[in-house]
């Protein structure tokens, strides 16, 4: 049994400490959601649909300090969270201790080596996906695989997540695997947050397939400015194909709006149109993506400030 600390009380958070807890690893979730947290410790966490359990073991807190000092991490909260919970993290990450990001967007590991020194501070990749039914409630997406990119220190985390079932790979190209779920997600998520439909309901007419085509493709042009190696030829069909197989879900940027939270656009669409500018490239439509959505946030007067808010 080894003692796992998840930053997150999410969507993600939950499929990861189920699964960890039913390997009978020791799970602590450290959130800001306090109904979350209390949830989870009232009465574990629960899988949506699940006959096998009722729920799954974990503590829940919502100070670090409560907790004794951690070797093993996982970062599972939204990227515009990174720096809050690199901090708390800086508080109980033991000096041989690794935290592994598993987030999406641009600029997570970045912000993680500052606070906590690079050898403290690793990430990954995961095409995982989870929805949120409530508190310390969770339904999991279909199957997917973990990428790493090797680092001294990630073994014993590696282990752990193989013994619960996850599919993990190490790549040397990780930025390459990066970009590559950039590129998906600034096509997939501020349209369907915007449209209010399923993954799916966008290829269902030209103009949203349009837009999703014109989106990938300025991030394809902006990557390959960059001399990032995707994983995919074309970036297109790539996103249509996800799209596809994603057809029945609710993008994670859907579910933030749908629950009145902020959402990961800054990472998202915000990293490409900065990326963009870096090698001296328009991307207009990630531009007018990244504004809409802060616009809906706005008008639905999300604070980033409300951290007892359900926004994991
Ligand atoms: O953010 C998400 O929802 C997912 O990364 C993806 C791939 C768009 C599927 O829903």
Redesign the pocket.
């Known amino acids: 049994m080894t003692d796992i600390l998840i930053v997150g009380s999410g969507a993600m958070a939950l499929l990861f400490g189920a699964r960890l807890a039913a390997s009978d690893h020791k799970v602590t979730l450290l959130g800001t959601w306090r109904e979350g947290i209390q949830a989870i410790n009232q009465s574990g966490i629960r899988i949506a649909g699940d006959l096998k359990r009722d729920s799954y073991p974990a503590q829940g807190v919502t100070d670090p300090l409560k907790i004794p000092p951690v070797k093993l991490a996982l970062l599972l909260v939204k990227s515009w969270q990174t720096e809050r919970a690199a901090k708390q993290l800086a508080q109980i990450l033991d000096p041989e201790g690794i935290v592994l990001s598993l987030q999406?967007g641009l600029g997570n590991l970045e912000i993680l080596g500052e606070i906590l020194g690079d050898r403290r501070a690793a990430q990954g990749v995961t095409?995982y996906?989870a929805t949120l039914i409530g508190p310390g409630v969770v339904c999991p997406?279909g199957e997917g695989i973990i990428s790493v990119q090797p680092h001294p220190g990630l073994d014993p985390l590696i282990q752990c997540l193989k013994q619960s079932g996850f599919s993990i790979q190490e790549v040397k190209n990780l930025s390459g695997l990066v970009w590559s779920?950039l590129i998906?997600?600034v096509a997939?998520?501020p349209l369907?947050a915007l449209l209010n439909v399923k993954?799916g309901q966008l290829l269902d007419n030209k103009y949203s397939k349009g837009l999703m085509s014109l989106a990938a493709c300025e991030a394809g042009n902006v990557a390959q400015a960059l001399g990032i190696e995707l994983g995919y030829e074309d970036p297109v069909s790539a996103v249509e194909a996800?799209a596809a197989a994603?057809a029945e879900?609710?993008?994670?940027?859907?579910?933030d709006i749908r629950r009145g939270a902020p959402t990961e656009i800054d990472a998202m669409c915000g990293a490409v149109v900065r990326a963009g500018r870096s090698v001296n490239l328009n991307t207009p439509v990630n531009e007018i993506m990244l504004l809409l959505i802060q616009a809906r946030e706005n008008i639905m007067r999300i604070s980033e400030n409300e951290n007892n808010d359900n926004n994991e």
């Open positions: 999406n095409t996906g997406g779920k998906i997600n997939i998520n369907t993954n996800v994603t879900n609710i993008s994670s940027m859907l579910q």
